[in-house]
């Protein structure tokens, strides 16, 4: 069951890169002005709590400075403070982003390819259910595919067969880091340089005007977030129950052999 091992594989993962429908360009999204910050003397995680303001995203609480809504999506979300935290240098021995607090990037380039992950595991976890799974063979066993639980199809398929999906995904990690390294500053959260542009990949021929493309990103960006929230879900699910989520659902819709005995509160046929 190759689609399950790869959804397993890319939950545990976490610098790995799957690829979704919508990309990001080399095209950023106009900012908003940020407000005048107040300093306090103290650490600047202290003064971007000190600027704090209403969270959208959680009306009871306040968003940090740091989070001024010049973000695509910034909805005030930060009840642990991350984005109050200097950012490392990745990728940029030791220099440029070290110790810029409020540079969102790198922490929207970890969500963008956590949520593109764990999009991928969503179907990954549905699919073979659905739609049925790879065949084995005499050299596989003709059951190596078969379990419909992701975690315990990990320890039945054979090695090679998640050795080469290792391999594949550290091939597509390796280009990411090059074309950030490559484009240094002027990278923009995201970008595989796969859709719409010139001289990029556009399989789908994509030519979104410039309103359409930002919605794009937006839904891209919602799509990440609940695909790593239904991903921990499937996940603990499957911990819990031993068994497939299309199994799951399927027990959930058959009535009990004890419905007759009990007597059945809904009339037949629903």
């Keep these: 069951m190759k ?8 939950t545990s993962a976490a610098a790995f890169q799957a690829p979704t429908m919508t990309f990001s360009l080399g095209r950023k999204s106009k900012a908003k002005k940020a ?13 971007a709590w000190a600027n ?3 969270s959208l995203a ?19 979300f930060d009840p642990l403070g991350f ?13 440029g982003r070290q110790g810029e607090i409020g540079n969102l990037s790198w922490y929207r380039e970890a969500e963008l390819i956590h949520g593109r992950i764990a999009q991928v595991a969503v179907v990954g976890f549905l699919a073979p259910g659905l739609f049925g799974t790879l065949p084995g063979n005499d050299w596989t066993g003709a059951d190596a595919y078969s379990n419909l639980n992701p975690l315990d199809a990990f320890s039945q398929v054979p090695g090679l067969a998640i050795l080469q ?12 880091i090059n074309i950030i390294k490559e484009e240094g500053s002027a990278y923009l959260p995201g970008d595989l340089r796969i859709g719409q542009g010139e001289g990029r990949w556009n399989p789908f021929g994509l030519q979104y005007s410039e309103g359409d493309y930002e919605e794009k990103r937006l839904q891209e960006l919602k799509h990440c977030r609940l695909g790593m929230i239904g991903v921990f879900g499937l996940w603990a699910q499957a911990q819990a129950s031993g ?21 059945y509160f809904l009339p037949e046929g629903i």
């Excluded at 407000?35 to 003064?47: E, F, H, I, L, Q």
């Excluded at 999906?165 to 990411?176: A, H, Q, T």
């Design 243 to 263: 068994v497939g989520v299309t199994e799951q659902i399927g027990a959930a819709l058959t009535a009990p052999e004890y419905y007759a005995k009990a007597g």
């Design 165 to 176: 999906i290792f391999l594949f995904m550290s091939y597509l990690e390796i280009r990411r």
């Design 58 to 76: 959680l009306p009871f609480a306040t968003a940090p400075a740091t989070l001024d809504g010049s973000m695509l999506g910034d909805y005030g």
């Design 52 to 54: 704090a303001g209403p």
């Design 83 to 95: 984005s109050t935290v200097p950012v490392g240098p990745w990728f940029t021995g030791g220099e």
């Design 3 to 10: 689609l399950a091992i790869v959804s397993l594989l890319a």
């Design 35 to 47: 407000a005048p910050v107040k300093k306090t003397g103290a650490s600047p995680s202290a003064d």
